[in-house]
Protein backbone atom coordinates (compact mmCIF):
# COMPACT_ATOMS: atom_id res chain seq x y z
CA UNK A 1 0.00 0.00 0.00
CA UNK A 2 3.30 2.27 0.77
CA UNK A 3 3.65 2.39 -3.45
CA UNK A 4 0.27 3.92 -3.75
CA UNK A 5 1.91 7.12 -2.71
CA UNK A 6 4.69 7.38 -4.65
CA UNK A 7 4.66 8.86 -7.97
CA UNK A 8 3.77 6.36 -10.83
CA UNK A 9 0.38 5.47 -9.44
CA UNK A 10 -1.20 9.18 -8.94
CA UNK A 11 0.13 9.21 -12.73
CA UNK A 12 -2.12 6.39 -13.51
CA UNK A 13 -4.91 8.13 -11.77
CA UNK A 14 -4.59 11.32 -13.75
CA UNK A 15 -4.60 9.62 -16.65
CA UNK A 16 -7.26 7.83 -16.64
CA UNK A 17 -9.02 11.17 -15.05
CA UNK A 18 -8.08 13.09 -18.43
CA UNK A 19 -9.07 10.38 -20.77
CA UNK A 20 -12.25 10.47 -18.76
CA UNK A 21 -12.82 14.33 -18.61
CA UNK A 22 -11.45 14.29 -23.01
CA UNK A 23 -14.78 11.80 -23.29
CA UNK A 24 -17.41 13.88 -21.18
CA UNK A 25 -16.10 16.77 -23.65
CA UNK A 26 -16.88 15.10 -26.43
CA UNK A 27 -19.96 13.61 -25.49
CA UNK A 28 -21.17 16.52 -24.01
CA UNK A 29 -20.67 18.19 -27.62
CA UNK A 30 -23.48 15.32 -29.28
CA UNK A 31 -25.67 16.08 -26.48
CA UNK A 32 -25.44 19.81 -27.37
CA UNK A 33 -25.80 18.88 -30.80
CA UNK A 34 -29.34 17.04 -30.17
CA UNK A 35 -30.97 20.70 -30.38
CA UNK A 36 -29.94 20.11 -33.86
CA UNK A 37 -31.35 16.78 -34.24
CA UNK A 38 -35.23 17.45 -34.18
CA UNK A 39 -36.49 18.49 -37.43
CA UNK A 40 -37.26 21.90 -38.11
CA UNK A 41 -36.32 25.15 -36.82
CA UNK A 42 -34.38 25.13 -33.53
CA UNK A 43 -36.50 28.25 -31.87
CA UNK A 44 -39.19 27.00 -33.54
CA UNK A 45 -38.85 23.34 -31.38
CA UNK A 46 -37.74 25.62 -28.63
CA UNK A 47 -41.19 27.51 -28.63
CA UNK A 48 -43.05 24.43 -27.94
CA UNK A 49 -46.71 24.94 -27.94
CA UNK A 50 -46.71 28.20 -27.21
CA UNK A 51 -48.22 30.83 -29.72
CA UNK A 52 -45.40 31.27 -32.83
CA UNK A 53 -45.19 34.82 -33.44
CA UNK A 54 -42.40 36.40 -34.63
CA UNK A 55 -41.81 38.88 -31.57
CA UNK A 56 -41.81 35.44 -29.24
CA UNK A 57 -39.23 33.65 -32.02
CA UNK A 58 -36.94 36.72 -32.13
CA UNK A 59 -36.74 36.39 -28.15
CA UNK A 60 -36.13 33.07 -28.05
CA UNK A 61 -33.21 33.73 -30.15
CA UNK A 62 -32.01 35.97 -28.28
CA UNK A 63 -32.01 34.49 -25.22
CA UNK A 64 -30.89 31.35 -26.66
CA UNK A 65 -28.06 33.22 -28.40
CA UNK A 66 -29.29 31.09 -31.51
CA UNK A 67 -27.45 33.70 -34.13
CA UNK A 68 -24.43 33.10 -32.65
CA UNK A 69 -21.68 30.10 -34.28
CA UNK A 70 -22.33 26.69 -33.03
CA UNK A 71 -19.43 26.50 -30.97
CA UNK A 72 -19.84 29.87 -28.77
CA UNK A 73 -23.29 28.42 -28.30
CA UNK A 74 -22.02 25.15 -27.11
CA UNK A 75 -19.21 26.75 -24.67
CA UNK A 76 -22.05 29.01 -23.20
CA UNK A 77 -24.39 25.94 -22.58
CA UNK A 78 -21.50 23.96 -21.19
CA UNK A 79 -19.83 26.59 -19.02
CA UNK A 80 -23.50 27.10 -17.65
CA UNK A 81 -24.33 23.28 -17.33
CA UNK A 82 -21.17 22.46 -15.25
CA UNK A 83 -22.61 25.18 -12.74
CA UNK A 84 -25.98 23.31 -12.79
CA UNK A 85 -27.81 25.71 -14.50
CA UNK A 86 -29.23 23.50 -17.87
CA UNK A 87 -31.67 26.21 -18.69
CA UNK A 88 -35.39 26.07 -18.31
CA UNK A 89 -37.62 23.43 -19.03
CA UNK A 90 -39.85 24.15 -22.69
CA UNK A 91 -42.98 22.13 -21.15
CA UNK A 92 -43.05 23.22 -17.50
CA UNK A 93 -41.66 26.38 -17.78
CA UNK A 94 -39.38 25.84 -14.79
CA UNK A 95 -35.64 25.72 -14.12
CA UNK A 96 -34.13 22.54 -15.11
CA UNK A 97 -31.60 21.90 -12.69
CA UNK A 98 -34.44 21.76 -9.40
CA UNK A 99 -36.55 19.40 -11.88
CA UNK A 100 -34.27 16.81 -11.83
CA UNK A 101 -33.47 17.07 -8.33
CA UNK A 102 -36.40 16.65 -7.12
CA UNK A 103 -37.28 13.59 -9.51
CA UNK A 104 -33.97 12.34 -8.49
CA UNK A 105 -34.83 10.33 -5.25
CA UNK A 106 -37.29 7.76 -6.75
CA UNK A 107 -35.69 6.85 -9.92
CA UNK A 108 -32.33 6.17 -7.20
CA UNK A 109 -34.15 4.08 -4.43
CA UNK A 110 -36.00 2.33 -7.65
CA UNK A 111 -32.73 1.64 -9.31
CA UNK A 112 -30.49 0.94 -5.53
CA UNK A 113 -33.33 -1.32 -5.18
CA UNK A 114 -33.01 -3.07 -7.98
CA UNK A 115 -29.07 -3.09 -7.44
CA UNK A 116 -29.26 -4.67 -4.31
CA UNK A 117 -31.49 -7.34 -5.25
CA UNK A 118 -29.81 -8.64 -8.37
CA UNK A 119 -26.12 -8.50 -6.53
CA UNK A 120 -27.48 -10.28 -3.56
CA UNK A 121 -29.33 -12.91 -5.24
CA UNK A 122 -26.90 -13.15 -8.41
CA UNK A 123 -24.24 -13.64 -6.99
CA UNK A 124 -24.56 -16.45 -4.75
CA UNK A 125 -26.78 -18.12 -7.69
CA UNK A 126 -23.69 -17.79 -9.90
CA UNK A 127 -21.01 -19.29 -7.60
CA UNK A 128 -24.07 -22.23 -7.41
CA UNK A 129 -24.04 -22.89 -10.57
CA UNK A 130 -20.14 -22.85 -11.31
CA UNK A 131 -19.52 -25.44 -8.22
CA UNK A 132 -22.53 -27.64 -9.54
CA UNK A 133 -21.52 -26.92 -13.03
CA UNK A 134 -23.10 -29.89 -15.37
CA UNK A 135 -25.65 -30.90 -12.77
CA UNK A 136 -29.64 -29.90 -13.30
CA UNK A 137 -29.60 -27.50 -10.72
CA UNK A 138 -26.73 -25.72 -13.05
CA UNK A 139 -28.66 -26.35 -16.04
CA UNK A 140 -32.16 -24.96 -14.93
CA UNK A 141 -30.34 -21.78 -13.30
CA UNK A 142 -29.09 -20.97 -16.55
CA UNK A 143 -31.67 -21.66 -18.05
CA UNK A 144 -33.45 -19.17 -16.10
CA UNK A 145 -30.75 -16.56 -16.53
CA UNK A 146 -31.30 -16.29 -20.36
CA UNK A 147 -34.73 -15.88 -19.64
CA UNK A 148 -34.07 -12.68 -17.44
CA UNK A 149 -31.83 -11.72 -19.67
CA UNK A 150 -34.14 -12.06 -22.53
CA UNK A 151 -37.11 -10.73 -20.95
CA UNK A 152 -37.75 -6.63 -21.09
CA UNK A 153 -38.71 -5.19 -18.04
CA UNK A 154 -41.16 -3.60 -19.16
CA UNK A 155 -43.01 -7.05 -20.10
CA UNK A 156 -42.01 -8.15 -16.64
CA UNK A 157 -43.18 -5.63 -15.30
CA UNK A 158 -46.68 -5.39 -16.37
CA UNK A 159 -46.97 -9.33 -15.98
CA UNK A 160 -45.66 -8.54 -12.35
CA UNK A 161 -48.21 -5.94 -12.15
CA UNK A 162 -51.62 -8.26 -13.57
CA UNK A 163 -50.65 -11.06 -11.03
CA UNK A 164 -48.61 -9.36 -7.81
CA UNK A 165 -50.77 -6.19 -7.71
CA UNK A 166 -54.30 -6.78 -9.79
CA UNK A 167 -54.48 -10.47 -8.88
CA UNK A 168 -53.35 -11.23 -5.82
CA UNK A 169 -53.50 -7.78 -4.67
CA UNK A 170 -50.01 -7.72 -2.52
CA UNK A 171 -48.88 -4.68 -3.87
CA UNK A 172 -50.27 -1.41 -5.02
CA UNK A 173 -51.06 -0.85 -8.53
CA UNK A 174 -49.59 2.69 -8.43
CA UNK A 175 -48.08 5.21 -6.70
CA UNK A 176 -44.95 5.74 -4.42
CA UNK A 177 -46.68 5.54 -1.17
CA UNK A 178 -45.20 7.71 2.05
CA UNK A 179 -42.70 6.94 5.03
CA UNK A 180 -39.82 4.70 4.48
CA UNK A 181 -41.48 1.40 4.97
CA UNK A 182 -44.57 2.26 2.50
CA UNK A 183 -42.46 3.64 -0.49
CA UNK A 184 -40.24 0.42 -0.09
CA UNK A 185 -43.60 -1.85 -0.58
CA UNK A 186 -44.72 0.90 -3.26
CA UNK A 187 -41.48 0.22 -4.97
CA UNK A 188 -40.96 -3.49 -4.24
CA UNK A 189 -42.66 -4.56 -7.79
CA UNK A 190 -40.84 -2.34 -10.23
CA UNK A 191 -37.42 -2.87 -8.79
CA UNK A 192 -38.05 -6.47 -9.01
CA UNK A 193 -39.05 -6.23 -12.30
CA UNK A 194 -35.73 -4.04 -12.88
CA UNK A 195 -33.60 -6.06 -11.21
CA UNK A 196 -34.18 -9.44 -13.03
CA UNK A 197 -32.80 -8.56 -16.13
CA UNK A 198 -29.82 -7.16 -14.41
CA UNK A 199 -29.58 -10.32 -11.80
CA UNK A 200 -29.64 -13.08 -14.56
CA UNK A 201 -26.60 -10.91 -16.21
CA UNK A 202 -24.78 -10.98 -12.84
CA UNK A 203 -25.55 -14.81 -12.44
CA UNK A 204 -24.01 -15.54 -16.02
CA UNK A 205 -21.43 -13.13 -15.30
CA UNK A 206 -20.51 -14.90 -11.62
CA UNK A 207 -20.81 -18.74 -13.05
CA UNK A 208 -18.18 -17.53 -16.07
CA UNK A 209 -15.79 -15.89 -13.62
CA UNK A 210 -15.75 -18.77 -10.89
CA UNK A 211 -15.65 -21.62 -13.49
CA UNK A 212 -12.59 -19.42 -14.95
CA UNK A 213 -11.01 -19.20 -11.63
CA UNK A 214 -12.16 -23.48 -11.01
CA UNK A 215 -10.00 -24.59 -14.16
CA UNK A 216 -6.55 -22.32 -12.66
CA UNK A 217 -3.58 -25.20 -11.55
CA UNK A 218 -3.53 -23.02 -8.22
CA UNK A 219 -7.17 -24.57 -7.48
CA UNK A 220 -5.82 -28.02 -8.42
CA UNK A 221 -2.53 -27.33 -5.81
CA UNK A 222 -4.96 -25.92 -3.42
CA UNK A 223 -6.97 -29.19 -3.29
CA UNK A 224 -3.88 -31.11 -3.36
CA UNK A 225 -1.73 -29.62 0.17
CA UNK A 226 -5.27 -30.42 1.36
CA UNK A 227 -7.11 -27.29 1.73
CA UNK A 228 -10.77 -27.39 2.31
CA UNK A 229 -13.30 -26.83 -0.13
CA UNK A 230 -14.41 -23.88 1.57
CA UNK A 231 -10.72 -22.24 2.25
CA UNK A 232 -10.30 -23.00 -1.53
CA UNK A 233 -13.75 -21.39 -2.31
CA UNK A 234 -12.82 -18.39 -0.65
CA UNK A 235 -9.76 -17.80 -2.53
CA UNK A 236 -11.05 -18.99 -5.74
CA UNK A 237 -13.95 -16.00 -4.71
CA UNK A 238 -11.36 -13.29 -4.03
CA UNK A 239 -10.00 -13.90 -8.07
CA UNK A 240 -13.69 -14.13 -9.18
CA UNK A 241 -14.75 -10.81 -8.25
CA UNK A 242 -12.47 -9.01 -10.69
CA UNK A 243 -14.49 -9.49 -13.33
CA UNK A 244 -17.58 -9.04 -11.70
CA UNK A 245 -16.90 -5.32 -10.10
CA UNK A 246 -15.35 -4.48 -13.65
CA UNK A 247 -19.00 -4.96 -15.41
CA UNK A 248 -20.23 -2.43 -12.56
CA UNK A 249 -19.94 0.68 -15.31
CA UNK A 250 -21.90 -1.62 -17.53
CA UNK A 251 -24.32 -2.50 -14.90
CA UNK A 252 -25.11 1.02 -14.00
CA UNK A 253 -25.47 1.93 -17.47
CA UNK A 254 -28.20 -0.78 -17.76
CA UNK A 255 -30.15 0.75 -15.30
CA UNK A 256 -30.48 3.91 -16.39
CA UNK A 257 -31.36 2.74 -19.89
CA UNK A 258 -33.92 0.16 -17.82
CA UNK A 259 -35.58 2.96 -15.70
CA UNK A 260 -37.38 4.72 -18.21
CA UNK A 261 -39.57 1.43 -19.17
CA UNK A 262 -40.04 0.26 -15.76
CA UNK A 263 -41.03 4.11 -14.50
CA UNK A 264 -43.32 4.85 -17.55
CA UNK A 265 -44.67 1.16 -16.40
CA UNK A 266 -45.11 1.56 -12.96
CA UNK A 267 -46.16 4.96 -13.39
CA UNK A 268 -43.76 6.71 -11.16
CA UNK A 269 -42.53 10.09 -11.22
CA UNK A 270 -39.06 10.37 -11.47
CA UNK A 271 -35.72 10.73 -13.98
CA UNK A 272 -37.35 7.79 -16.38
CA UNK A 273 -40.78 9.11 -16.72
CA UNK A 274 -39.27 12.59 -16.74
CA UNK A 275 -36.69 11.52 -20.02
CA UNK A 276 -39.88 9.73 -21.71
CA UNK A 277 -42.45 13.17 -21.03
CA UNK A 278 -39.69 15.05 -22.58
CA UNK A 279 -38.48 13.28 -25.73
CA UNK A 280 -42.12 12.87 -26.65
CA UNK A 281 -42.75 16.49 -26.00
CA UNK A 282 -39.62 17.33 -27.61
CA UNK A 283 -38.59 19.65 -24.64
CA UNK A 284 -35.19 19.05 -25.50
CA UNK A 285 -32.71 21.30 -22.65
CA UNK A 286 -34.32 19.08 -20.36
CA UNK A 287 -33.61 15.74 -22.49
CA UNK A 288 -30.12 17.69 -23.05
CA UNK A 289 -29.48 17.59 -18.87
CA UNK A 290 -30.37 14.31 -18.65
CA UNK A 291 -28.34 12.75 -21.16
CA UNK A 292 -25.36 14.75 -19.94
CA UNK A 293 -26.32 13.65 -16.28
CA UNK A 294 -26.09 9.84 -17.24
CA UNK A 295 -23.55 10.32 -19.33
CA UNK A 296 -21.40 11.81 -16.06
CA UNK A 297 -22.82 9.14 -13.79
CA UNK A 298 -21.93 6.29 -16.31
CA UNK A 299 -18.26 7.56 -16.83
CA UNK A 300 -17.85 8.49 -13.46
CA UNK A 301 -18.62 4.79 -12.52
CA UNK A 302 -16.04 3.18 -15.19
CA UNK A 303 -13.57 5.77 -13.59
CA UNK A 304 -13.88 4.52 -10.37
CA UNK A 305 -13.82 0.78 -11.11
CA UNK A 306 -10.78 1.62 -12.97
CA UNK A 307 -9.21 3.01 -9.13
CA UNK A 308 -10.66 0.03 -7.66
CA UNK A 309 -8.56 -2.19 -9.40
CA UNK A 310 -5.55 -0.95 -8.01
CA UNK A 311 -6.79 -1.51 -4.86
CA UNK A 312 -8.36 -5.20 -5.82
CA UNK A 313 -5.60 -6.77 -7.89
CA UNK A 314 -2.26 -6.54 -6.83
CA UNK A 315 -1.30 -7.77 -10.14
CA UNK A 316 -2.30 -4.64 -11.44
CA UNK A 317 -0.78 -2.51 -9.26
CA UNK A 318 2.11 -3.77 -9.92
CA UNK A 319 1.86 -3.09 -13.91
CA UNK A 320 0.95 0.40 -13.71
CA UNK A 321 4.16 1.34 -11.46
CA UNK A 322 6.20 -0.84 -13.63
CA UNK A 323 5.04 0.97 -16.86
CA UNK B 1 -30.69 -48.05 -23.54
CA UNK B 2 -30.42 -45.99 -26.69
CA UNK B 3 -29.43 -43.20 -24.83
CA UNK B 4 -25.95 -45.55 -23.89
CA UNK B 5 -25.57 -45.95 -28.19
CA UNK B 6 -25.79 -41.87 -28.29
CA UNK B 7 -23.51 -41.19 -25.93
CA UNK B 8 -20.68 -40.82 -28.72
CA UNK B 9 -22.81 -38.57 -30.78
CA UNK B 10 -23.75 -35.29 -29.45
CA UNK B 11 -27.62 -34.72 -29.17
CA UNK B 12 -29.02 -31.34 -29.62
CA UNK B 13 -30.47 -30.29 -26.56
CA UNK B 14 -34.13 -30.25 -25.68
CA UNK B 15 -34.25 -26.62 -24.98
CA UNK B 16 -32.92 -25.76 -28.52
CA UNK B 17 -34.90 -27.81 -30.02
CA UNK B 18 -38.02 -25.89 -28.68
CA UNK B 19 -36.57 -22.78 -29.30
CA UNK B 20 -35.99 -23.75 -33.10
CA UNK B 21 -39.58 -24.76 -33.27
CA UNK B 22 -40.91 -21.34 -31.56
CA UNK B 23 -38.69 -19.38 -34.03
CA UNK B 24 -39.68 -21.31 -36.89
CA UNK B 25 -43.73 -20.69 -35.76
CA UNK B 26 -43.25 -16.94 -35.41
CA UNK B 27 -41.44 -16.69 -38.79
CA UNK B 28 -44.62 -18.44 -40.17
CA UNK B 29 -46.38 -15.87 -38.67
CA UNK B 30 -44.66 -13.27 -40.02
CA UNK B 31 -44.25 -14.43 -43.59
CA UNK B 32 -47.69 -15.52 -43.96
CA UNK B 33 -49.62 -12.21 -41.78
CA UNK B 34 -51.91 -12.36 -44.48
CA UNK B 35 -53.06 -16.44 -44.03
CA UNK B 36 -52.67 -16.44 -40.59
CA UNK B 37 -54.43 -13.39 -39.17
CA UNK B 38 -56.36 -12.11 -42.13
CA UNK B 39 -58.55 -10.07 -39.93
CA UNK B 40 -55.98 -8.33 -37.47
CA UNK B 41 -56.87 -4.89 -38.23
CA UNK B 42 -60.49 -5.34 -38.27
CA UNK B 43 -62.12 -3.36 -35.63
CA UNK B 44 -65.32 -3.57 -33.75
CA UNK B 45 -66.11 -0.61 -32.00
CA UNK B 46 -69.60 -1.79 -31.04
CA UNK B 47 -67.92 -4.54 -29.13
CA UNK B 48 -65.55 -2.94 -27.84
CA UNK B 49 -63.10 -4.21 -24.92
CA UNK B 50 -64.23 -7.79 -24.19
CA UNK B 51 -62.35 -10.58 -22.36
CA UNK B 52 -61.27 -13.73 -23.53
CA UNK B 53 -63.63 -16.35 -23.83
CA UNK B 54 -66.39 -14.29 -26.00
CA UNK B 55 -67.38 -16.17 -28.91
CA UNK B 56 -64.98 -15.74 -32.24
CA UNK B 57 -62.45 -13.89 -29.59
CA UNK B 58 -60.39 -16.38 -27.72
CA UNK B 59 -58.46 -14.31 -25.87
CA UNK B 60 -60.89 -10.81 -26.03
CA UNK B 61 -60.56 -7.72 -27.44
CA UNK B 62 -58.43 -4.36 -27.26
CA UNK B 63 -60.03 -0.91 -27.08
CA UNK B 64 -60.93 -0.74 -30.52
CA UNK B 65 -62.41 -3.93 -30.54
CA UNK B 66 -59.49 -6.17 -32.68
CA UNK B 67 -59.09 -10.00 -31.76
CA UNK B 68 -56.03 -9.83 -29.50
CA UNK B 69 -55.22 -13.39 -31.03
CA UNK B 70 -55.19 -12.34 -34.17
CA UNK B 71 -53.47 -9.24 -33.40
CA UNK B 72 -50.54 -11.43 -31.60
CA UNK B 73 -49.58 -13.41 -34.60
CA UNK B 74 -49.45 -10.36 -36.54
CA UNK B 75 -47.13 -9.09 -34.42
CA UNK B 76 -44.73 -11.25 -35.67
CA UNK B 77 -43.61 -9.64 -38.77
CA UNK B 78 -42.29 -6.39 -36.99
CA UNK B 79 -41.01 -8.64 -33.85
CA UNK B 80 -38.94 -10.60 -36.56
CA UNK B 81 -38.26 -7.93 -39.37
CA UNK B 82 -36.81 -5.22 -38.02
CA UNK B 83 -34.24 -6.55 -35.15
CA UNK B 84 -33.14 -9.18 -38.64
CA UNK B 85 -32.24 -5.79 -40.20
CA UNK B 86 -30.88 -4.21 -36.98
CA UNK B 87 -28.58 -7.34 -36.59
CA UNK B 88 -27.41 -8.00 -39.98
CA UNK B 89 -26.86 -4.10 -40.48
CA UNK B 90 -24.86 -3.45 -37.38
CA UNK B 91 -22.94 -7.28 -37.64
CA UNK B 92 -21.99 -5.74 -41.66
CA UNK B 93 -20.06 -2.59 -40.42
CA UNK B 94 -18.87 -4.18 -37.41
CA UNK B 95 -17.16 -6.95 -39.89
CA UNK B 96 -15.97 -4.19 -42.48
CA UNK B 97 -14.96 -1.50 -39.93
CA UNK B 98 -13.77 -4.07 -37.41
CA UNK B 99 -11.36 -6.21 -39.86
CA UNK B 100 -10.02 -3.32 -41.32
CA UNK B 101 -9.48 -1.40 -38.26
CA UNK B 102 -7.80 -4.41 -36.76
CA UNK B 103 -5.84 -5.70 -39.45
CA UNK B 104 -4.47 -2.20 -40.77
CA UNK B 105 -4.93 -0.59 -37.53
CA UNK B 106 -3.54 3.33 -38.33
CA UNK B 107 -5.98 6.11 -38.49
CA UNK B 108 -8.91 4.02 -38.93
CA UNK B 109 -8.46 2.18 -35.95
CA UNK B 110 -8.47 4.83 -33.99
CA UNK B 111 -11.05 6.73 -35.25
CA UNK B 112 -13.01 3.21 -34.85
CA UNK B 113 -11.93 2.80 -31.37
CA UNK B 114 -13.04 6.58 -30.02
CA UNK B 115 -16.14 6.47 -31.98
CA UNK B 116 -17.31 2.73 -29.66
CA UNK B 117 -15.97 4.89 -26.62
CA UNK B 118 -18.37 7.91 -27.37
CA UNK B 119 -21.48 5.36 -27.98
CA UNK B 120 -20.77 3.01 -25.33
CA UNK B 121 -20.72 5.41 -22.53
CA UNK B 122 -23.89 5.57 -22.82
CA UNK B 123 -27.04 3.09 -22.28
CA UNK B 124 -28.00 2.06 -26.15
CA UNK B 125 -31.76 2.13 -25.43
CA UNK B 126 -31.30 5.34 -23.75
CA UNK B 127 -30.30 6.84 -26.59
CA UNK B 128 -32.12 4.99 -28.94
CA UNK B 129 -35.04 6.54 -27.10
CA UNK B 130 -33.68 9.82 -27.13
CA UNK B 131 -32.48 9.71 -30.96
CA UNK B 132 -35.96 7.96 -31.99
CA UNK B 133 -37.84 10.31 -30.46
CA UNK B 134 -36.44 13.51 -31.64
CA UNK B 135 -35.56 12.54 -35.04
CA UNK B 136 -39.09 11.34 -36.01
CA UNK B 137 -40.99 7.90 -35.47
CA UNK B 138 -40.79 5.71 -38.48
CA UNK B 139 -40.22 2.24 -37.97
CA UNK B 140 -37.44 2.60 -40.35
CA UNK B 141 -35.79 5.46 -39.16
CA UNK B 142 -35.74 3.75 -35.55
CA UNK B 143 -33.71 0.59 -37.36
CA UNK B 144 -31.35 2.56 -38.79
CA UNK B 145 -30.63 4.57 -35.39
CA UNK B 146 -30.60 1.33 -33.64
CA UNK B 147 -28.01 -0.20 -36.05
CA UNK B 148 -25.97 2.89 -35.47
CA UNK B 149 -26.00 2.15 -31.98
CA UNK B 150 -25.18 -1.32 -31.87
CA UNK B 151 -22.23 -1.03 -34.45
CA UNK B 152 -19.58 -0.46 -31.94
CA UNK B 153 -19.50 -3.19 -29.72
CA UNK B 154 -19.58 -5.65 -33.12
CA UNK B 155 -16.69 -3.51 -34.50
CA UNK B 156 -14.95 -4.22 -31.08
CA UNK B 157 -16.00 -8.11 -31.64
CA UNK B 158 -14.87 -8.31 -35.06
CA UNK B 159 -11.48 -6.33 -34.70
CA UNK B 160 -10.37 -8.16 -31.08
CA UNK B 161 -11.56 -11.82 -33.65
CA UNK B 162 -9.10 -10.46 -36.30
CA UNK B 163 -5.88 -8.63 -34.13
CA UNK B 164 -6.03 -12.25 -32.52
CA UNK B 165 -5.49 -14.13 -35.96
CA UNK B 166 -3.31 -11.48 -37.71
CA UNK B 167 0.09 -13.07 -35.93
CA UNK B 168 -0.98 -16.04 -36.61
CA UNK B 169 1.46 -18.37 -38.98
CA UNK B 170 -0.95 -18.98 -41.57
CA UNK B 171 -1.00 -14.96 -42.09
CA UNK B 172 2.46 -14.19 -41.97
CA UNK B 173 2.98 -17.13 -44.33
CA UNK B 174 0.34 -15.38 -46.49
CA UNK B 175 2.17 -11.94 -46.38
CA UNK B 176 5.43 -13.20 -47.13
CA UNK B 177 3.63 -14.75 -50.33
CA UNK B 178 2.99 -11.17 -51.69
CA UNK B 179 -0.76 -11.38 -51.57
CA UNK B 180 -2.75 -8.58 -51.34
CA UNK B 181 -4.13 -7.67 -47.68
CA UNK B 182 -7.89 -6.80 -48.92
CA UNK B 183 -7.31 -10.76 -50.30
CA UNK B 184 -5.97 -11.24 -47.16
CA UNK B 185 -8.30 -10.22 -44.88
CA UNK B 186 -11.33 -11.26 -46.88
CA UNK B 187 -10.50 -14.61 -47.98
CA UNK B 188 -7.70 -16.01 -45.05
CA UNK B 189 -9.22 -14.19 -41.87
CA UNK B 190 -12.48 -13.46 -42.50
CA UNK B 191 -13.46 -17.65 -42.44
CA UNK B 192 -11.89 -17.84 -39.35
CA UNK B 193 -14.11 -15.06 -37.06
CA UNK B 194 -17.40 -16.17 -39.19
CA UNK B 195 -18.07 -18.58 -36.40
CA UNK B 196 -18.02 -15.45 -33.53
CA UNK B 197 -19.98 -13.17 -35.98
CA UNK B 198 -22.69 -15.55 -36.50
CA UNK B 199 -23.15 -16.55 -32.82
CA UNK B 200 -23.52 -12.66 -31.95
CA UNK B 201 -25.61 -12.30 -35.09
CA UNK B 202 -28.19 -13.78 -33.01
CA UNK B 203 -27.49 -12.34 -29.76
CA UNK B 204 -28.04 -9.01 -31.64
CA UNK B 205 -31.36 -10.13 -32.72
CA UNK B 206 -32.49 -10.85 -29.57
CA UNK B 207 -31.06 -7.21 -27.90
CA UNK B 208 -32.82 -5.23 -31.24
CA UNK B 209 -35.80 -7.42 -30.55
CA UNK B 210 -36.01 -6.31 -26.97
CA UNK B 211 -34.57 -2.39 -27.87
CA UNK B 212 -37.41 -2.49 -30.88
CA UNK B 213 -40.44 -3.17 -28.79
CA UNK B 214 -39.37 -1.06 -25.97
CA UNK B 215 -39.42 1.67 -28.34
CA UNK B 216 -43.13 0.81 -29.68
CA UNK B 217 -44.28 0.58 -26.33
CA UNK B 218 -42.76 4.60 -25.69
CA UNK B 219 -44.97 5.11 -29.06
CA UNK B 220 -41.83 5.80 -31.01
CA UNK B 221 -41.53 3.11 -33.36
CA UNK B 222 -44.29 1.51 -35.17
CA UNK B 223 -47.47 3.92 -35.97
CA UNK B 224 -50.21 3.94 -33.80
CA UNK B 225 -52.47 1.18 -34.70
CA UNK B 226 -49.99 -0.97 -36.57
CA UNK B 227 -49.75 -4.79 -34.88
CA UNK B 228 -46.87 -5.15 -32.67
CA UNK B 229 -46.51 -6.45 -29.39
CA UNK B 230 -44.65 -3.01 -27.92
CA UNK B 231 -47.19 -1.10 -28.67
CA UNK B 232 -50.20 -3.97 -27.52
CA UNK B 233 -48.42 -3.95 -24.32
CA UNK B 234 -48.47 -0.02 -24.01
CA UNK B 235 -52.41 -0.18 -25.24
CA UNK B 236 -52.82 -3.58 -22.91
CA UNK B 237 -51.58 -1.30 -19.53
CA UNK B 238 -54.82 0.67 -19.73
CA UNK B 239 -56.36 -2.43 -20.35
CA UNK B 240 -55.53 -4.53 -17.60
CA UNK B 241 -58.54 -4.81 -15.38
CA UNK B 242 -61.21 -4.89 -18.56
CA UNK B 243 -59.27 -7.50 -20.53
CA UNK B 244 -55.60 -8.44 -18.65
CA UNK B 245 -55.13 -10.35 -21.88
CA UNK B 246 -54.58 -7.72 -23.93
CA UNK B 247 -51.32 -7.25 -22.55
CA UNK B 248 -50.31 -10.54 -21.27
CA UNK B 249 -50.09 -12.36 -24.35
CA UNK B 250 -48.01 -10.08 -26.53
CA UNK B 251 -46.03 -9.98 -23.05
CA UNK B 252 -45.57 -13.77 -23.05
CA UNK B 253 -44.81 -13.43 -26.90
CA UNK B 254 -42.07 -10.90 -26.74
CA UNK B 255 -40.18 -12.63 -23.65
CA UNK B 256 -40.52 -16.63 -25.26
CA UNK B 257 -39.49 -15.53 -28.52
CA UNK B 258 -36.26 -13.14 -26.90
CA UNK B 259 -35.41 -15.95 -24.64
CA UNK B 260 -35.43 -18.80 -28.15
CA UNK B 261 -33.21 -16.33 -29.81
CA UNK B 262 -30.77 -15.95 -27.14
CA UNK B 263 -30.74 -19.98 -26.00
CA UNK B 264 -30.24 -20.87 -29.95
CA UNK B 265 -27.10 -18.44 -29.86
CA UNK B 266 -25.77 -19.91 -26.95
CA UNK B 267 -26.40 -23.04 -27.83
CA UNK B 268 -24.85 -22.10 -31.65
CA UNK B 269 -21.76 -20.22 -30.32
CA UNK B 270 -21.30 -23.33 -27.89
CA UNK B 271 -21.16 -25.69 -30.99
CA UNK B 272 -19.01 -22.98 -32.90
CA UNK B 273 -16.62 -22.49 -30.31
CA UNK B 274 -16.02 -26.51 -30.27
CA UNK B 275 -15.39 -26.92 -33.44
CA UNK B 276 -13.05 -23.81 -33.78
CA UNK B 277 -10.93 -25.91 -30.95
CA UNK B 278 -11.38 -28.65 -32.15
CA UNK B 279 -9.59 -27.35 -35.89
Keep these: ?323 | MSRKSNAGRRRVPVVAILSAALLAFVAICALAQEIIAPNALEQDIYLGVVGGGVEGHLFGTDQLGRDILQLSLAGARSALAGPLVVAVGSMLIGFFLGTYAGYRGGIVDMLAGRYADLLLALPAVLLAIVVAGLVGRGYWVTVAVLIVLFSPSDVRLVRGAVIEQAPRPYIESARVLGIRPSRIMFRHIAPNIVPIVVANLLLNVAFALVALSSLSYLGLGVPPGAPDWGRQLADGRQLLGDNPLAAVVPGVLIILTATAVNLLGDWLSDLLDRRVVAR
Design chain 1, 1 to 323: MKRLVTGPVPAFVLRRAGATVLLLLALSLLVFALLYLAPGDVARNLLGTRNVTPEALAEIRARHHLDEPFLQQYWRWLTHAVTGDFGTSIRTGRPIGPLMLEKTGITAATAGLAFLLSVLVGVPAGVLTAVRRGRWLDRVLVTASVVGVSAPGFAVGLLLLYVFALGLGWFPIYGTGEGFFDALWHLALPAVALALGLGAFVVKLTRAAVIRELDQDYVTFARGRGLSEAATLRIVLRNAAIPIVTSLGLMVAYLFGGTVLIEVTFALPGLGSLMEESVLFKDIPVVQALTLAVALVVSATAFLVDLSYLIIDPRVRARTVRR
